[in-house]
């Protein structure tokens, strides 16, 4: 790799990473208006006009809030988990590309981090690894209800990872390819995945929910039963880490939905417009359009949907998701195999 390339991809990690710390505080301020307004209130309205830095008033309170670890917990382990949460939430979005390529100083520069030839597999594989840092949070606090959300959370993402994979699989079958650019450049036009793969598309997006730990699969912090979860005893930034994940891990899911089933980046009358930079400033902004989109519906279940009991969630996750995957999986192939 030569050193503008690498100096190019630097810069644009840089700028994904401040964007997706940004989006992630300003949707706590979007989840809080739209709750308002679900339950006709207001919302925040006094941090500047109509709350509009209440994300920065919130963070500068976690930032000078008192540092507490508890005397019993395992305190270096106690500070790994909230960044394990934070760091595998980032780095997620590597492989998703926001647009094909942007004139920037005379140099075309491709709009994704990375476009290697296993994304979707690099995608699941950090899912995986992001359950660790609930798991470990929640063991090193030595809090009893603290270990209880953390095995909820472990056993949730564990249970749902197999059906998301299998929703996955589906579409990897119809493209013949693990690469997320390929995937996003076959669904040129309106030829996405979601017309040929709704109940991929439902599977996943449930699974999701699950993922993220979003209403009504918030059974990992349950305030009525738990506290707080696996994050009771955390207090300061290491408390805004697990808050802040919870919401990257949001953008991320909403985006890779996008990506998979959407189209992506992808409009109609794309082929149409011809200067490359009005092409990649219209591709970024499509892209961002369909993930507030997916966020909004994120936030709309959150606000009218009850919380599943514990023993409901895993007979949704192991009787009813993973048999609809399957039969989605076998389904697909079956078509595939006749009709191409």
Same mark, same amino acid.
């Given at each position: 790799?030569?050193?503008?390339?690498?100096?190019?991809?630097?810069?644009?990690?840089?700028?994904?990473?401040?964007?997706?710390?940004?989006?992630?505080?300003?949707?706590?301020?979007?989840?809080?208006?739209?709750?308002?307004?679900? #339950?006709?209130?207001?919302? *925040?309205?006094?941090?500047?006009?109509?709350?509009?830095?209440?994300?920065?008033?919130?963070?500068?309170?976690?930032?000078?809030?008192?540092?507490?670890?508890?005397?019993?917990?395992?305190?270096?382990?106690?500070?790994?988990? *909230?960044?394990?949460?934070?760091?595998?939430?980032?780095?997620?979005?590597?492989?998703?590309?926001?647009?094909?390529?942007?004139?920037?100083?005379?140099?075309?520069?491709?709009? #994704?981090?990375?476009?290697?030839?296993?994304?979707?597999?690099?995608?699941?594989?950090?899912?995986?690894?992001?359950?660790?840092?609930?798991?470990?949070?929640?063991?090193?606090?030595?809090?009893?209800?603290?270990?209880?959300?953390?095995?909820?959370?472990?056993?949730?993402?564990?249970?749902?990872?197999?059906?998301?994979?299998?929703?996955?699989?589906?579409?990897?079958?119809?493209?013949?390819?693990?690469?997320?650019?390929?995937?996003?450049?076959?669904?040129?036009?309106?030829?996405?995945?979601?017309?040929?793969? *709704?109940?991929?598309?439902?599977?996943?997006?449930?699974?999701?929910?699950?993922?993220?730990?979003?209403?009504?699969?918030?059974?990992?912090?349950?305030?009525?039963?738990?506290?707080?979860?696996?994050?009771?005893?955390?207090?300061?930034?290491?408390?805004?880490?697990?808050?802040?994940?919870?919401?990257?891990?949001?953008?991320?899911?909403?985006?890779?939905?996008?990506?998979?089933?959407?189209?992506?980046?992808?409009? *109609?009358?794309?082929?149409?417009?011809?200067?490359?930079?009005?092409?990649?400033?219209? #591709?970024?902004?499509?892209?961002?359009?369909?993930?507030?989109?997916?966020?909004?519906?994120?936030?709309?279940?959150?606000?009218?949907?009850?919380?599943?009991?514990?023993?409901?969630?895993?007979?949704?996750?192991?009787?009813?998701?993973?048999?609809?995957?399957?039969?989605?999986?076998?389904?697909?192939?079956?078509?595939?195999?006749?009709?191409?």
């Amino acid at each position: 790799m030569d050193s503008s390339l690498l100096l190019e991809k630097t810069i644009l990690v840089a700028i994904l990473t401040l964007v997706t710390l940004g989006i992630a505080a300003y949707l706590t301020y979007g989840e809080r208006k739209v709750a308002a307004f679900m #339950q006709d209130r207001i919302g *925040p309205n006094r941090a500047g006009v109509y709350g509009i830095f209440q994300p920065l008033a919130d963070a500068g309170k976690l930032f000078f809030k008192e540092e507490f670890i508890p005397a019993t917990a395992e305190k270096w382990l106690f500070i790994l988990g *909230p960044a394990v949460a934070m760091v595998t939430a980032t780095i997620t979005s590597a492989v998703i590309p926001w647009g094909t390529e942007l004139p920037v100083l005379g140099r075309m520069v491709q709009l #994704q981090v990375a476009d290697v030839n296993i994304g979707v597999l690099y995608i699941m594989g950090i899912v995986s690894v992001g359950v660790y840092g609930i798991m470990i949070g929640g063991w090193a606090s030595n809090n009893k209800y603290s270990l209880f959300g953390a095995i909820r959370a472990s056993a949730q993402m564990i249970s749902y990872e197999l059906s998301m994979g299998l929703a996955l699989i589906a579409v990897i079958m119809m493209s013949g390819t693990l690469s997320l650019g390929e995937i996003v450049a076959q669904q040129k036009g309106m030829n996405w995945n979601i017309f040929y793969q *709704p109940l991929g598309f439902l599977i996943f997006f449930i699974c999701a929910l699950a993922e993220t730990n979003r209403a009504p699969f918030d059974l990992p912090e349950c305030e009525t039963e738990l506290i707080g979860g696996y994050h009771t005893e955390y207090s300061s930034m290491k408390l805004g880490f697990y808050l802040f994940s919870e919401y990257v891990n949001m953008f991320v899911s909403s985006a890779l939905m996008a990506t998979v089933y959407f189209g992506g980046y992808n409009f *109609p009358g794309m082929d149409l417009i011809e200067n490359q930079t009005i092409l990649g400033i219209a #591709q970024i902004a499509v892209m961002f359009s369909k993930i507030l989109i997916f966020i909004f519906v994120f936030m709309w279940i959150r606000w009218t949907l009850p919380r599943f009991r514990y023993d409901q969630l895993m007979h949704l996750g192991w009787k009813s998701m993973i048999p609809l995957a399957l039969f989605n999986m076998l389904a697909t192939g079956a078509i595939s195999l006749f009709f191409k």
